[in-house]
């Protein structure tokens, strides 16, 4: 196809994802679940699972391969704006008040979920036809261990955005021990992909480069930050040529932890964190979110969707493994996070909140079984089955969200 055709069946494809996609969430908040949840399933529906089941023809006429680059390009933006936006919203004075929870909740989040991703990892390698030939077991259990203990940090965070949490204790517990458990998995990864392609590089970069942009950011870069947030507030010229500078310095941190191998959203976080409060940041806050969210956030699910094939999993044998697989997932995950969150002095419903929050993966879930789909670690059927658990884990997450922490604050 050309560079012209290419353009005109995307604002087709986008024009059917944003109208699936508002149908779907408006479906899911009728039974309490947020709109995020409705989009992960909205991903589904036009993929290979069900409208490519159903009309394989006019499925792959509307996304053909061609354009799944264009996709994946745009979404990343979307992705990239929106967890900029909960860095701006993120309150570092409730995560500092709280940070020994916070490490201790996002340290048993990562250890149990990843030691009993390694034993099944181990247990599906030996079973065969979930990783690929020429992967060994040191590197199936780091990676299936890695993509058990990761949380879906932008859909955790756009679940305490939506029920308007960011501001209390539950809800920055969860995105700080989000940000640690997604960052040290991410690190995790690096390590597996260095060691599949035999170059140690790649986790050095991952490690000492999200250091040290930790380091410049709440620095020197707090400093720039700063200044640019005194002088946006002068006037509305000031206001939007300041914009500007802040969005090139959003899209070089999401370049930089994209390149190092962490991945940008973590870039866009950390900036977004690192702004000083204010006037000029609500209006940034009210100029980028609508567009982040209605309109680019979606295509990351729809581009995830069309790598979902549900009809893999085809007999009982591969149903059981999808059941050990999302039985390890919960336990390991929600039950961890509860038990730490209660042994630091948080309350029962707390504890349970955030276990509940973090159990969820979705999004994070699809870029690293993407990752291990592309670079040949898993097999299209381990894939299926990963996706499967990252969805129920989603769906899980409001539900026992709203009973455990919402209702029990309203009866209070």
């Known amino acids: 196809m050309t560079p012209f055709e290419l353009s005109v069946r995307f604002f087709l494809q986008l024009a059917i994802i944003l109208c699936v996609c508002r149908f779907v969430s408006w479906l899911g908040t009728r039974v309490g679940q947020p709109p995020v949840v409705g989009e992960m399933i909205a991903g589904v529906i036009l ?17 053909p391969a061609a354009s799944k680059p264009i996709l994946f390009t745009v979404a990343q933006v979307g992705l990239v704006l929106y967890m900029f936006v909960v860095g701006l919203e993120f309150r570092i004075d409730l995560v500092r008040d709280r940070l020994r929870s916070a490490v201790a909740i996002s340290a048993s989040g990562i250890l149990a979920p990843f030691i009993l991703g390694c034993g099944i990892a181990a247990w599906l390698l030996a079973r065969g036809g979930f990783f690929n030939p020429g992967v060994s077991l040191w ?37 700080a021990a989000g940000a640690i458990d997604d960052a040290a998995a991410w690190c995790v990864l690096a390590l597996v992909l260095a060691s599949f392609a035999g170059d140690a590089t790649i986790a050095l970069y991952a490690i000492g480069g999200s250091v040290l942009l930790v380091a410049v950011t709440f ?19 000031d206001s939007r040529h300041m914009f500007g500078w802040l969005l090139v310095l959003l899209m070089l941190a999401a370049w930089f932890t994209d390149s190092i191998g962490i991945y940008a959203v973590f870039g866009a976080f950390i900036l977004g964190a690192a702004v000083p409060r204010g006037k000029f940041t609500e209006k940034v806050q009210e100029r980028i979110e609508p567009i982040a969210t209605q309109l680019l956030l979606p295509l990351f699910f729809i581009y995830s969707g069309l790598n979902t094939r549900f009809d893999l999993v085809n007999d009982a044998g591969l149903w059981l493994v999808a059941g050990v697989v999302l039985a390890g997932a919960v336990i390991g995950k ?8 209660r042994a630091c002095g948080e309350t029962h419903r707390d504890g349970l909140g955030v276990g509940a929050l973090m159990n969820a993966r979705g999004l994070m879930e699809l870029i690293i079984l993407n990752i291990g789909l592309e670079r040949g670690l898993i097999t299209p059927t381990l894939f299926t089955i990963m996706v499967l658990m990252a969805i129920v884990t989603t769906l899980m997450a409001t539900p026992l969200f709203e009973l455990v922490y919402q209702r029990r604050t309203a009866h209070a």
Not at 152 to 170: C, D, N, Q, S, Y
Not at 219 to 237: H, M, N, P, Q
């Open 47 to 63: 993929g290979p699972s069900l409208f490519g089941l159903l009309a394989p023809y006019w499925q792959a006429q509307l996304f």
């Open 139 to 175: 590197q199936a259990m780091p990676y299936l261990g890695a993509a058990m203990a990761i949380t879906a940090f932008p859909m955790l965070a756009r679940i305490i955005v939506e029920r308007k949490l960011t501001g209390t204790a539950v809800g920055a517990l969860a995105l």
């Open 219 to 237: 620095t020197l870069g707090k400093r720039l930050l700063g200044a640019i947030v005194t002088r946006g507030e002068r006037s509305e010229a």
């Open 334 to 341: 929600m039950g961890a996070c509860y038990l730490a969150a």
